[in-house]
């Protein structure tokens, strides 16, 4: 989630991960197939919608700003697909 300003200011406002978490027998997180003994599902479900809140200074003189949320989808290290992306204007002041 991003923020730009009208002074073109650009903010990292955050960001969410869901994943699957391999765990060794002693719980520590593991990536190779052969160490995982247990599977921690934090993945978001298909059609499955929730609501996050991200808080995050801008500069005190901003007036308005476009927030973009991106959503995106990693079957693999080196593939993202995006999935969503949604832009809205905020004012803000009188």
């Given at each position: 989630?991003?923020?730009?300003?009208?002074?073109?200011?650009?903010?990292?406002?955050?960001?969410?991960?869901?994943?699957?978490?391999?765990?060794?027998?002693?719980?520590?997180?593991r990536?190779?197939?052969?160490?995982?003994?247990e599977i921690?599902?934090?993945?978001?479900?298909?059609?499955?919608?929730?609501?996050?809140?991200?808080?995050?200074?801008?500069?005190?003189?901003?007036?308005?700003?476009?927030?973009?949320?991106?959503?995106?989808?990693?079957?693999?290290?080196?593939?993202?697909?995006?999935?969503g992306?949604?832009?809205?204007?905020?004012?803000?002041?009188q």
């Amino acid at each position: 989630m991003t923020a730009k300003t009208d002074k073109g200011t650009v903010t990292a406002m955050g960001k969410k991960e869901y994943w699957e978490i391999g765990l060794d027998v002693e719980g520590k997180h593991r990536i190779g197939a052969w160490q995982i003994k247990e599977i921690v599902d934090l993945t978001l479900p298909p059609r499955r919608t929730t609501n996050e809140r991200f808080m995050s200074e801008l500069p005190p003189d901003t007036k308005s700003a476009d927030v973009e949320v991106l959503v995106t989808y990693h079957p693999s290290a080196k593939t993202a697909i995006e999935v969503g992306r949604i832009v809205k204007k905020v004012h803000f002041g009188q």
